[in-house]
């Protein structure tokens, strides 16, 4: 008995350090493995205007790094959080994703808690969610509000710092309006409705100025009402309405309920709107896709007026527009170490001077030569600015929902008070069905 015991303890023994050989071996070869398999990262854009500025930071790292990473593109109006999903489901889910902050709830548990990332603390701008912790990488800052081009201001004899509210901003519109044929224009204003690709811009970042405008930061009066069901102050929404009134007034006719992103933003490029209701992201393909419009058009200064829908508002909107975010089904550590980059000089270089991206990072020393940069750094700089409450809303109200009373209003289907209980009817089903 004693020899079958000391034969069975060398025999464990012996099975011992042959497995545990294998699992060194397994784990050295699982290393290797993992190592090997870095070749590649994948990364949600969804900045269409500044695809090929990502693809030059994305090359940028390939080259010091020797990480390709692949830069998957979704078109602007397109459905990003349907099209991450069906990633996931094909197993084909991106390292980093985009999202904004409505989409990070789509993904409960699935993404890595960042907080322990050296960015996180040269920041304030980087999204956190009280659950899951540090989640959302900032890469730029934005802004909203009624922008201008300042030459056909000017000519028309119109001060920008006058328009304070609805009355001062009807006069600019009729000002210009009077001058139209003589300078050229298409429109006062460039504002395009087209709720099935330009959802998103009536839907939410117009809308938002209603949540918003005037308002401090911190100051969530608006946004806490209307996810109460879909709530609205009827009077500062009143004011509201007729503001998008004047627009539908002062737009172009041929563009108004049928015009695309491009065409919006290649008619203020090339001097032929006053106003365009876009943000501080159009710089980007002013001075890139849309260059030699802006040039023929002079390269004229432009600057941004709140929509000051009620006498004295005088805040434009900042924010992040979306986060990159980590996926756990994705090469975390790789990931985690692109992101590190990203915050760096040598990409912070591309994404403020290329990109145009206002930096969200304190020690970022770039300044972006997008001609709305200084127009943001100044409102900024005044304490001037208000917060994007509207990505607060359900996720796809504003896009999907919201967007089609705009419409409907633009192509004259309602009237202020028929598009207020259009905006109210799609909320209230809206937050019925959740």
């Known amino acids: 008995m004693k020899n079958i015991k000391i034969f069975s ?33 994948t990364l949600v854009n969804t900045k269409s205007e ?52 409505a989409d990070f709830s789509n993904w409960d548990g699935l993404l890595v808690d960042l907080s322990d990332q050296d960015w996180v603390n040269r920041t304030d701008a980087e999204f956190v969610d009280p659950t899951f912790g540090t989640l959302g990488f900032p890469y730029t800052t934005e802004a909203i509000g009624l922008a201008y081009n300042a030459d056909i201001l000017s000519k028309c004899g119109v001060d920008p710092a006058s328009i304070t509210g609805p009355d001062s901003m009807r006069a600019a519109f009729e000002a210009i309006d009077a001058k139209k044929d003589e300078l050229g224009l298409r429109a006062v204003i460039g504002y395009f409705t087209e709720a099935e690709n330009l959802g ?16 401090d930061r911190s100051d969530t009066t608006y946004i806490d009402l209307f996810n109460d069901g879909g709530k609205l102050d009827d009077s500062r929404f009143k004011d509201y309405a007729n503001m998008i009134g004047l627009f539908n007034q002062y737009s172009d006719p041929e563009l108004l309920t049928t015009g695309a992103y491009s065409d919006q933003v290649a008619n ?37 007026v709140p929509y000051a ?18 996926t756990k089904e994705g090469q975390v550590d790789a990931a985690k170490e692109f992101l590190q980059w990203c915050s760096g000089s040598n990409a912070q270089q591309i994404l403020v001077q290329e990109a145009g991206f206002v930096s969200p990072f304190t020690d970022c020393t770039f300044v972006a030569s997008d001609p709305f940069a200084p127009v943001i750094a100044e409102y900024i700089a ?53």
């Open 200 to 215: 998103w811009s009536a839907g939410n970042h117009i809308f938002g100025a209603y949540l918003d405008s005037g308002l």
């Open 382 to 434: 005044a304490g001037k600015t208000s917060s994007w409450h509207w990505m607060n809303m359900p996720g796809g109200l504003g896009q999907q929902g919201l967007s089609f009373a705009f419409q409907k209003y633009a192509a004259g289907e309602v009237d202020a008070d028929g598009f207020t209980n259009e905006i109210k009817s799609i909320a209230t089903k809206w937050f019925e069905t959740l």
């Open 309 to 326: 829908f009620q006498e004295g508002m005088d805040t434009i909107l900042t924010s992040s527009p979306s986060w990159w975010a980590v």
């Open 9 to 41: 303890l060398i025999e464990v023994l012996i099975l011992s350090c042959i497995f545990s050989a294998c699992g060194k071996q397994s784990d050295a070869e699982s290393e290797t493995e993992e190592a090997a398999a870095v070749e590649k990262l």
């Open 268 to 304: 203020f490029a090339s001097g032929k709107y006053a106003f365009i209701t876009q943000g501080s992201w159009i710089g980007a393909a002013m001075t890139g896709d849309n260059s030699s419009e802006y040039a023929s058009a002079g390269n004229f200064k432009v600057g941004m």
């Open 50 to 101: 500044v695809k090929t500025q990502i693809e030059s930071l994305a090359s940028k790292y390939a080259q010091e790094t020797g990480i390709t990473v692949e830069v998957i593109g979704i078109e602007a109006g397109a459905n990003v959080q349907a099209t991450i999903k069906g990633f996931y489901l094909s197993d084909q889910m991106p390292d980093i994703i985009c999202c904004e902050a």
